[in-house]
């Protein structure tokens, strides 16, 4: 193995051991990809992070043996972070930067910078199930479905973190607007988006925003442009999932075609099981007269009809409470029910990540969340 080699390989370990983990493969795609995303002196500087936020000042001391001065160790991680590699947030004037994962994170970064050969190794990592196994084996997911706002009955107390208009009107920095990554990528294949024709869909709020107005990504929006987006979005049947946080970072506005969360979705057997949600959707047989809106209108697969009764019906291990078919049934049959248990996000990025290092699951775990989604129990 080459000095080159070995210290991408030192920096797959070295993210393999954050929160939710970059695990190798047999084929080494993985350095494929981050030979994309890091020089070789970045990718020796971004073993000096982790995933929790540290100053430019202590970054600096524990990476003397490169031979930086503090001015050139900000300058290289200031770099990385417009080049979506690591992420960065600020606080009274004093920057902190951390290790993020592939995904959600280094991958979302690439936006605009896919080539098919790119788009190859992506396919060929995420595909893997080691990839899979890391991603889907986290305490909590990083992302969560909130319903869209026109689903949610009036007797519901919704927090402000579960409805996206609140989000946006709480929200005290900048909003960015981005296209779709994934639609991008679909794109770039051949496979233009069967939901939506319009490029910007997807959100950036809080820190997150405040790095992509510094790299020059996407597009700062006000308030009433961003609602406006919003609307279109649930008009065109997107699901909405923002970060997994109550301080919601970013907002994507997802399809079944294109999506890589969703398409992971319907692949899985019990995918509810993997997600945060707090709704789900009923069906009230005798007003419902089979006519199937709701089923093409579904993004996950979670809605049929029942050809015996012709009515529709839902399989509550698939059905993510989005709320999309339930504002598009004619005849009003559908209706958004709230779970007895209420999943509350944890405060912020960071307190996520907490959750999920102090429960990474070992090899153990790993083949035994194995055996249930391939045994489909």
Known sequence: MSEEEKVYRELQKHLD???????????????????????KDEARL??????????????????????????HTENMLDAMM?????????????????????AIGMYEGQLNKLTPEFIEEIDEYTGGNSFGLAFLGTELP????????????????????NHMTDIINNNDGPIVILECICRQKAAILGNPCQQTTRLETCMALGDMANNLVMSGIGREI?????LEITRQNEADGLVLQPSNTQ??????????????????????????????????????SEKCDGCATCVTRCQVNALSIDERLNVAKVNLDRCIGCGNCIVSCPSEALSLTKKEKETIPPVDSESLYDIIM????????????????????
Request: hydrophobic share 35%; aromatic share 10%; net charge positive.
């Open 82 to 102: 417009k080049n979506g590699a690591i992420g960065h947030i600020e606080r009274e004037g004093k920057r902190y930067f951390c290790n993020i994962p592939f």
């Open 358 to 377: 102090a429960n990474k699951k070992g090899l153990l775990g790993k083949m035994k969340l194995a055996a249930r989604i391939m045994l489909k129990i």
């Open 247 to 284: 301080k919601v970072e970013f907002v994507c506005a997802c399809c079944g075609c294109c999506c890589g969360m969703l398409t992971i979705h319907k692949m899985l057997p019990k995918p509810v099981e993997f997600w945060s949600t707090n709704y789900y959707n009923k069906v009230d």
């Open 142 to 161: 990083q992302m969560r479905t909130i319903p869209v706002r026109e689903s949610i009955p009036l007797s519901y107390q919704v927090t402000n973190y």
């Open 46 to 71: 971004a073993m000096h992070l982790t995933y929790k936020p540290r100053s430019v000042e202590h970054i600096y001391e524990t990476a003397k043996e490169m031979g930086l001065s503090l001015n």
């Open 222 to 226: 006000s308030k009433e442009e961003a």
């Open 17 to 39: 051991r954050q929160a939710v983990g970059y695990p190798a493969t047999k084929s080494g795609v993985e350095l494929k990809i981050l030979k994309r995303i890091f020089n």
